[in-house]
């Protein structure tokens, strides 16, 4: 063998190795982070840090440095770990596992069966934060999405690819709308993401909000409220990463995290964890970089399918303005409000039309519908300007034709808006039994 040839034989060989140190020792833990002393890793690959003979080893992600140390979040319970503990380099991000198998499963953030189910086939492996899309790659969004819901789609049409905020206080009826959606929406597929729930309200959703008709089609991904707060950002990205799998299929998606709240609090535990300053309310700067990177994945590609994102906000004391509620209103493609005097009115879904918009309605929605609209919010604005004139009995009938027609329309626009969980309404049956009410006729 000539000289070139082993010359050439040695770089192919050291360029299939690994030429870092793989392995490290831990130095402290702070109830949030790890300190190591190596191993050579970068930000985002994961490690295995060692707890003993007979004990799986705890898996923990590199999130940042401090004074040339190694800055590690476990993925897990930190109980047996000690001072000097060998740490190990994986020599690679964390991925989640995608299949169509998966429709109709609840799984964890690492795509591990949670349902006592079979083991799911992994048809390949996904990065949870892959690189941006390309703008080009986009299509218009001018197909309409029915959700079924019929305030909805009659007032503040939705399209395939749009991204959408419910903006809710606690106990407004939040969780409700969101299985209405995921039951009647005309899509192909539906992955849900419950992150920072209590572990009870997990079956609560799918027994009673999603149903067994909603959950054939869906996949769960769920990250409670006692798992680490790594595991349940990294349960948002995991959930979009399923998503765009099933785009990638050509097929229809609506996606639905409940809730970008939560996902915000826990992402604020790991940036002041690591050593981020505090901004508004306590939350990091890395907080507001990663909402739009989060939205951005949804979308309508011209090469593929479509995914529609429906995403909640938990509004703190049912104020509109805290940060991540302003900072994700700027971001979406519109916004539904849930109103808690219309709930404890018995309005349900408690959606305040007034308040929430679609920015695409122009392209989905015909001239007659979008002028439809516009008249159903504006009886409803003048009635409920004058509503504590009305319930008083102070307002004069014949003082105002405006308001006279308000006060005949009301109640019968009203009831269609009203709409049971279980119940379903078209689109085009949702425009026209407001029509009718509008007209005078039999709702």
Do not use: W
Request: proline share 5%; glycine share 10%; hydrophobic share 45%.
């Amino acid at each position: 063998m000539t000289a070139q040839a082993l010359l050439e034989r040695y770089v192919h060989g050291l360029s299939r190795r690994r030429l870092t140190i793989d392995s490290g020792r831990l130095l402290g833990f702070n109830g949030l982070v790890v300190e190591a002393e190596g191993p050579d890793v970068k930000v985002g690959e994961l490690c295995d840090i060692e707890t003993g003979v007979s004990s799986p080893p705890v898996r923990a992600e590199a999130v940042g440095f401090r004074d040339g140390r190694l800055l590690l979040m476990p993925f897990g319970h930190m109980r047996g770990v000690s001072v000097g503990a060998r740490i190990r380099a994986l020599g690679r991000s964390l991925r989640i596992p995608v299949s169509r198998e998966m429709i109709g499963r609840v799984v964890d953030a690492f795509g591990e069966p949670l349902d006592g189910g079979a083991p799911i086939a992994a048809e390949s492996y996904r990065d949870v934060q892959p690189a941006p899309i390309n703008p080009l790659r986009r299509a218009p969004l001018d197909d309409a999405l029915e959700t079924g819901v019929c305030a909805v789609d009659a007032v503040m049409p939705l399209a395939k690819g749009q991204r959408v905020g419910i903006f809710a206080g606690s106990g407004v009826g939040k969780s409700t709308l969101l299985g209405m959606m995921a039951r009647h929406v005309r899509a192909d597929v539906v992955v849900v993401a419950l992150i920072g729930e209590r572990g009870r309200e997990v079956g609560d959703f799918l027994e009673e909000a999603l149903g067994a008709q909603g959950r054939k089609r869906s996949v769960m991904l769920v990250a409670t409220a006692d798992q680490p707060a790594l595991v349940r950002t990294h349960a948002v990205h995991a959930a979009h990463a399923v998503a765009e799998y099933f785009r990638e299929q050509g097929l229809d998606v609506l996606l639905m995290v409940d809730s970008m709240t939560r996902f915000a609090m826990a992402q604020r535990e790991v940036g002041l964890a690591v050593g981020e300053p505090p901004t508004s309310r306590g939350y990091p700067p890395s907080v507001f970089n990663l909402l739009p990177q989060i939205l951005e994945r949804g979308g309508r590609l011209r090469d593929g399918g479509s995914i529609s994102g429906i995403y909640s906000v938990l509004v703190e004391g049912d104020d509109m303005n805290e940060p991540v509620a302003d900072h994700m209103r700027a971001i979406l493609d519109g916004h539904v409000v849930l109103s808690r005097e219309l709930a404890a009115r018995g309005q349900l879904p408690a959606i305040d039309l007034l308040s929430s918009v679609s920015r695409l309605v122009s392209r989905v929605a015909t001239r007659e519908e979008r002028a439809l609209a516009t008249r159903i919010k504006a009886i409803i604005s003048t009635y409920e300007t004058s509503r504590d004139l009305i319930d008083m009995g102070a307002y004069q009938a014949g003082s105002n034709p405006v308001l006279d027609e308000a006060i005949a329309l009301y109640p019968a626009l009203i009831e269609c808006l009203r709409q049971l969980p279980e119940h379903s309404s078209s689109r085009g049956d949702s425009i026209a039994r407001l029509r009718a009410a509008l007209e005078g006729g039999v709702v």
